[in-house]
């Protein structure tokens, strides 16, 4: 069985897609980048200020899916700059505790001219 998981807690799909679906025990998230899901707009202007924006974001779709960051077994990452990685890793490491497998790659753009997107894969 596969169900849909929306939050309004997390910013509202800007596309045909859905924040995140089940597939039996297993939860994949949608890219979720920096948008404040109560002004639908993109605040944060550096790496760390949005990449905190996006672990905000994926917790909320997390909780509604009934898991957590404890529980993410894969993340991509995408970057606009390969030099935020290490900002990035900062982050990233004060979420992903449990080190989950990671690919994370630099694009040349990314919606809405965001620095950071992240995507995971969770057991439910």
Do not use: H, W
Request: charged share 15%; with cysteine.
């Amino acid at each position: 069985m596969i169900k849909k998981v929306y939050t309004s807690a997390a910013p509202e799909a800007i596309g045909p897609y859905s924040q995140a679906i089940i597939c039996g025990n297993m939860l994949f998230t949608s890219g979720q980048i920096p948008i404040n899901p109560a002004t639908g707009n993109v605040e944060a202007e550096d790496i760390t200020a949005q990449a905190t924006q996006v672990m905000k974001n994926l917790s909320a779709v997390l909780a509604e899916a009934g898991t957590s960051f404890e529980k993410v077994v894969k993340t991509t990452c995408f970057l606009s700059d390969m030099g935020d990685f290490a900002a990035f890793n900062a982050v990233y490491a004060e979420y992903f505790t449990s080190k989950p497998a990671r690919s994370c790659v630099a694009v040349k753009t990314l919606p809405k001219n965001v620095l950071v997107e992240v995507e995971v894969i969770a057991e439910i």
